[in-house]
C-alpha cells in the first residue's frame, strides 16, 4: 500500500500556509490605506497646478532623472492602487508631449498592473484560481469561459471606460490568466485612453495659465468613446460568435 505521508505532508503546510496568506493580503491591504492616508493631500489635481512651473523647471533641468522618476513613482501609484492614475497620466502629458508622454504613461502603468497582478497572483490567487476550477458548477464554468476567451475579456476590460483600473489588474489574477497575456493586453489596451489624457495633460499649460481646470471627461465625448468602444466591440467579437455557434449546435443546426 503506497504511503499517504507526502499528501499529509502537503495538505498541512496548504493549511499553514493560508493564514500567512491571508496575513499578507490584510497587511498589504491597510498598507495601501495609510499610503493613501498620508499622500491624499499631494496626488491631486491641485498640487499639480501649484506646482507645475516647478515641475516643469525640473524637468528642463534634469530631463533623464525627471524620466526615472516619473515612470518609477507612477508603477507605485498604479502597483498600490491609489486612485492618482489619471493625475499621473495629465503630468505625463504635462512634462513630456504627447508622444513620449504617451509612451512614458503606458510603459509606467503597464509595470504597476504587471507588478499587482504577480503580487496578487502569488499570494492567493493561484490557489483562489485552482479552487475555483476544482469546485465546479457555476463558479467554474464561470471561470472556463474567461481563460477560454481570454485575448478578449482582457482587451474588453481595458478599453470600457467603466471598468476601473484595479479591477481590470485583480480579477484576471484571480481567475489564473496568464502572465504574458495579461502584459500584452495591459499594454496595448490601455493605449487609447492614455493617449486622450496624454494630450489633455499636454495642454494643461494654458489651463494653468488661463486659471481653469481641464476637461477630465474628454473620454465620455462621443468622437473619442465611440472610437474606443468600437474597439471593445471588435474584442467582444469572438466571444458573440460562440455564444452564437453553442446556440446554433444547442438547436441542432450544422455548421455552415
Not at 37 to 53: F, Q
Not at 96 to 113: D, I, M
Not at 198 to 206: C, P
Request: some cysteine; proline content about 5%.
Amino acid at each position: 500500500m503506497p504511503s499517504q505521508e507526502p499528501n499529509i505532508t502537503r495538505a498541512r503546510q496548504g493549511r499553514a500556509q493560508r493564514p500567512l496568506s491571508w496575513i499578507l493580503a490584510v497587511g498589504l491591504i491597510g498598507l495601501f490605506g495609510l499610503v493613501f492616508y498620508l499622500l491624499k493631500d499631494w496626488l491631486g489635481l491641485e498640487t499639480l497646478a501649484l506646482y507645475h512651473e516647478r515641475l516643469a523647471t525640473f524637468t528642463a533641468q534634469h530631463f533623464s532623472l525627471t524620466v526615472c522618476l516619473f515612470v518609477l513613482s507612477y508603477a507605485v501609484l498604479v502597483a498600490l492602487s491609489l486612485p492618482s492614475a489619471l493625475v499621473a497620466s495629465l503630468t505625463g502629458g504635462f512634462l513630456f508631449g504627447l508622444y513620449l508622454g504617451t509612451l512614458l504613461n503606458v510603459a509606467a502603468a503597464s509595470l504597476g498592473a504587471m507588478a499587482l497582478f504577480w503580487a496578487v497572483k502569488a499570494g492567493f490567487g493561484a490557489r483562489l484560481a485552482q479552487q475555483m476550477a476544482t469546485k465546479g458548477g457555476n463558479v467554474a464554468r464561470l471561470q472556463a469561459g474567461l481563460l477560454a476567451h481570454e485575448w478578449s475579456v482582457l482587451f474588453m476590460i481595458r478599453l470600457v471606460p467603466a471598468v476601473p483600473f484595479f479591477v481590470a489588474n485583480v480579477v484576471p489574477a484571480l481567475v489564473g490568466v496568464r502572465f504574458h497575456r495579461f502584459a500584452l493586453s495591459t499594454m496595448l489596451g490601455i493605449l487609447p485612453g492614455a493617449a486622450v489624457y496624454t494630450s489633455v495633460g499636454a495642454g494643461l499649460s494654458e489651463v494653468f495659465a488661463a486659471g481653469q481646470s481641464p476637461d477630465l471627461s474628454i473620454i465620455f465625448a462621443p468622437h473619442i468613446l465611440v472610437p474606443i468602444l468600437g474597439l471593445a466591440g471588435l474584442a467582444a467579437l469572438p466571444l458573440v460568435m460562440s455564444s452564437w455557434q453553442k446556440e446554433r449546435r444547442a438547436h441542432g443546426i450544422p455548421k455552415d
